[in-house]
């Protein structure tokens, strides 16, 4: 596997269900993000982990739980979702630089998850 | 708030011309500055990084920074349909490690 991979690829849920989506990189990153994407919206920023502490989280849901029990690995688990949270579930890495340095490097993005919540 | 705006088109050329896009950002210290593709379903990807005031070739594409007009666009020469997809200005605020923030994205039509 190379890249930034995302499992399931799709996923339809009920609104009791639990489920989680994962992500691994295999870059070497030392970040990792969710994103939310929904239709004609840009791209949401939920969660950031930089050396496996999170940095950022942009006042999501508790129904949002993220994981990240190594730098390679991301989680985010799923529970008792509400319909307007389907969406594609974008993950992505990146090599953070602590220490005060400007420069963010690329962060690259996994296929997504699209979710489906009825 | 930061912001980062872009026109979201669609933006319709014929095939072989040149495409230009734009992207505005709102926080002046920002260093660092991407733009990503999306095809429609398919997730964001790198087309070019720009962290110098000028223009940065690569192929077809050019992008082009103007920091103090908080100004960066993408050129793409010799527009092919396959270019037909949603470009995305991404802008790395300050402080360092500071997530990007994406712009809502402009959709490119190429007709052949």
């Known amino acids: ?118 | 708030q930061k912001e980062v705006e872009q026109n979201s088109g669609p933006l319709s050329v014929p095939e072989g011309a040149i495409a230009s896009l734009n992207c505005t950002y709102s926080d002046r210290g920002s260093q660092s500055f991407f733009w990503y593709r999306q095809y429609s379903g398919k997730s964001p990807e790198l087309i070019m990084s720009i962290y110098s005031n000028g223009d940065k070739e690569d192929g077809r594409f050019t992008a082009q920074l103007n920091k103090a007009s908080q100004y960066v666009s993408l050129l793409i020469r010799d527009s092919q349909p396959s270019d037909s997809a949603t470009y995305l200005c991404a802008v790395n605020p300050p402080p360092a490690g500071t997530a990007l923030i994406f712009g809502k994205g402009t959709t490119l039509s190429v007709s052949s």
Not at chain 1, 8 to 23: A, E, I, Q, Y
């Open chain 1, 1 to 118: 596997e190379t890249g930034v991979t995302q499992t399931p690829r799709h996923l339809v849920m009920g609104m009791t269900n639990k489920k989680s989506l994962k992500c691994e990189q295999h870059l070497g990153h030392n970040a990792m993000y969710w994103y939310k994407q929904s239709a004609k919206k840009p791209l949401e920023l939920m969660f950031v982990y930089s050396l496996e502490e999170r940095v950022e989280n942009n006042s999501v849901p508790s129904r949002f739980s993220p994981e990240c029990p190594n730098s390679s690995h991301l989680f985010l688990h799923l529970h008792t979702l509400q319909p307007e949270d389907s969406a594609l579930y974008l993950c992505a890495s990146s090599q953070d630089r602590p220490g005060g340095s400007w420069v963010t490097d690329t962060q690259y993005f996994g296929p997504g998850t699209r979710l489906t919540v009825l």
